[in-house]
């Protein structure tokens, strides 16, 4: 695991032990400064070897686009070139941490991941509370809720959910445009869109609209 002050985990470096030049997994960082030195120790991808390595950072200006709540605000933020970014990666940001919502890329392309080298706009919401929809059926009306919890939670289809002392039962969970039913079926607050729910105390709908 890389130090939470380091945002890169992959370098391209020499292993000692086979001799090639190949990207190398970061296991741990002992020191780093952006734009300074680098050191720790790697993964060679392939022959698996682990060894330390010590190398001099560069860094560029990426533009980040930080969401919290109605608000948002830009600024400038350095990065390695080689870091790759990942939707859900969390950002250490002053005052706290953010995670990586959406990436825009120089080619107006909106992947999953990418090189920073790539990267025109990095888009992430501020962590904190996370505001969830509840969609509750009871009987031929649906209710709507707003709770708040940590955005770690995880929710599951088939689980009990408590809000405002009263027991409610997960049937559906809404996570970007598709709706999930499965029994099982989890996912961490963050990134649902609505909760689909019943009362506890009264039989499960058929479907989901």
Wanted: glycine share 8%.
């Amino acid at each position: 695991m890389t130090h939470p002050s380091s945002p890169v985990h992959a370098l391209p470096l020499e292993c000692p032990a086979c001799g090639a030049t190949s990207e190398h997994r970061v296991l741990h960082v002992t020191a780093y400064r952006a734009g300074a030195l680098l050191s720790g120790i790697a993964r060679c991808s392939a022959c698996k070897h682990s060894h330390p390595f010590e190398v001099r950072t560069r860094t560029i200006p990426i533009r980040v686009v930080l969401s919290q709540g109605p608000n948002s605000r830009r600024q400038s933020m350095s990065f390695p070139p080689e870091h790759r970014f990942v939707i859900g990666e969390v950002l250490e940001i002053e005052g706290g941490t953010a995670r990586v919502s959406r990436i825009e890329t120089q080619q107006d392309t909106t992947p999953h991941s990418a090189l920073a080298s790539r990267i025109r706009t990095l888009w992430a919401t501020v962590e904190g509370k996370a505001r969830v929809k509840i969609s509750l059926s009871s009987g031929a009306q649906t209710i709507p809720l707003t709770v708040e919890m940590d955005p770690e939670v995880v929710l599951r289809v088939g689980a009990r959910l408590a809000v405002a002392g009263r027991p409610l039962i997960i049937y559906g969970l809404r996570v970007g445009m598709w709706t999930q039913t499965e029994e099982g079926y989890e996912a961490p607050a963050a990134k649902v869109v609505r909760v689909y729910a019943r009362s506890a105390r009264t039989p499960p709908p058929g479907s989901i609209d």
